[in-house]
């Protein structure tokens, strides 16, 4: 594809599971400007993050490296000052970068490469003093502890924002950055606008709460008796939230009604980000800058939303680490688009994708280190593929699938296999793992996962001599007991 200096803008939001807009099945939900962007655009029907975690896709998305090669596996952990990334890159190229909303850099207030920040860190992180904080006190408003709002322990975590939706994290995300962009929008700019939302406490503004109370909402497939045959510390998940002073709450004890009022707010919440994403096309269509952007919209994971009886994240489950992704190109010289508007990607994708086509499309010469493979041709042809598999990755577990079948292996030396061909009520509850009839299937993709895991170098390792982590050497036992069998 040809280059140009096309601007950028990356809109991501937290902890958004794929199937949660009309694009990809849920027809009631009112997202009218994502569903603008899927129209003129180009939706990835499987797109998996490369961690199903907060902490370590970002790192991934800021270096282009997957996990397993920066070393960031975890939330707490951060990349090597020594890293490469696309801010930084872009903004010696020419582009006046900058990053507004939630970011969850370690620590939370360093620059990460670009030239600017507007900080709203998270709905959790009351007492960081933020962008967002600041605003709200100057509005005689102090930031609410998320157990503070009305309905979060009736609720199990599902409450209200007892303030008007402006100062809400991702309202004023929103407001935030259509601003930049009025005032910025003329210079060539690399973007990225992250939302808070629908991250849990499911946390809707008062006048939203009941958007969809009395909507289809769909039930929860599986529940908690199919753990019993996954691996051990999934029984465990969500329990330790008690002790934590920022949940106080178990959501292993929510009923059938408190997860339905979970996902009636946590759509609420989505509806709300899409009112910012409006104002931000409203931004760009002023300048008249909307046709020479480059446009990306994903989340760096799902949630569970009660699914096989969990909550929140940390898993390979489609509700966890399948994720919506749709791009938008930007015009070509020739005044044609560079994406087939509706076009469908029906080929596995990985959200570590995006930072090659960052460099792609704005005409940037991409570092050696990035390891994702550029959108573009898919963008061009919707039917083609870049990827035969993807990953992800987190401490302790890693999974690989083809879009048709997904293995998880753990440290433990447990493992999961999934036939995704099998949809919902039973989409991934048996566990098949073991079972003689898959044992190609389980063995070929394993030997994959092995494979990736020792090709990706932790390329911090070679000039830091930081220890080899713990799972690799597990893994690479594995791969050597494997290629013994083979």
């Known amino acids: 594809m040809e280059t140009t200096a096309t ?253 339905r009022r979970w996902r009636a707010h946590y759509y609420a919440n989505i509806s709300l980000i899409d009112e910012g994403i409006g104002k931000i096309l409203a931004a760009l269509e002023a300048h008249g800058t909307l046709e020479n952007t480059l446009i990306i919209f994903t989340s760096d994971h799902g949630d569970a939303l009660g699914d096989h009886g969990l909550p929140f994240k940390g898993y390979f489950y489609e509700s966890m680490a399948h994720v919506p992704m749709i791009v938008r190109g930007p015009h070509a010289p020739d005044g044609q688009r560079r994406a087939t508007a509706g076009g469908r990607c029906a080929s596995v994708v990985s959200g570590l994708d995006v930072v090659a086509t960052f460099f792609d499309v704005c005409g940037v010469q991409a570092p050696k280190t990035v390891q994702g493979k550029s959108l573009t041709p898919l963008l061009e042809d919707p039917m083609a593929s870049t990827h035969d598999v993807v990953f992800c990755e987190i401490t302790g577990r890693v999974m690989v699938t083809d879009g048709q079948w997904k293995y998880c292996h753990y440290v433990t030396g447990e493992a999961e296999l999934y036939d995704l061909t099998v949809e919902a009520p039973q989409m991934e509850v048996e566990n098949l793992a073991g079972r003689p009839e898959v044992a190609q299937v389980e063995s070929r993709l394993r030997a994959r996962l092995l494979e990736h895991w020792l090709q990706n170098q932790h390329t911090q390792q070679m000039a830091t001599s930081v220890p080899q982590h713990p799972f690799r050497v597990a893994l690479e036992k594995a791969y050597k007991q494997e290629r013994g069998q083979a």
């Open 7 to 259: 601007n950028l803008l990356f809109i991501t939001t937290d902890q958004q599971r794929f199937d949660s807009l009309p694009c990809y099945g849920l027809d009631f939900m009112q997202t009218p400007n994502i569903d603008r962007l899927a129209a003129e655009g180009v939706v990835f029907e499987r797109c998996y993050t490369p961690a199903p975690v907060c902490v370590p896709c970002r790192a991934a998305w800021m270096s282009g490296q997957w996990p397993s090669s920066t070393g960031v596996l975890s939330n707490g952990q951060w990349l090597d000052e020594s890293t490469p990334t696309w801010p930084a890159l872009m903004s010696a190229a020419g582009f006046r970068t900058a990053a507004i909303g939630k970011m969850h850099f370690m620590p939370w207030d360093i620059s990460g490469g670009f030239d600017e920040r507007v900080i709203a860190e998270d709905k959790r992180h009351v007492y960081l003093p933020d962008d967002h904080y600041q605003y709200l006190r100057a509005h005689g408003i102090e930031r609410p502890h998320p157990t503070s709002n009305p309905g979060y322990f009736d609720w199990v975590g599902a409450s209200v924002f007892p303030h008007d939706r402006k100062f809400h994290v991702d309202g004023y995300t929103g407001d935030r950055a259509a601003e930049w962009l009025q005032q910025h929008g003329d210079s060539p700019f690399a973007v990225w606008v992250s939302f808070a939302g629908p991250h849990d406490p499911y946390d809707p503004p008062e006048d939203m709460a009941d958007m969809y109370y009395e909507a289809d909402i769909p039930e929860p497939v599986g529940g908690p008796d199919e753990l019993v045959n996954k691996p051990k510390g999934q029984g465990d998940k969500g329990a330790g939230s008690l002790n934590n002073s920022m949940f106080r709450i178990d959501p292993s004890t929510a009923s059938a009604e408190d997860m």
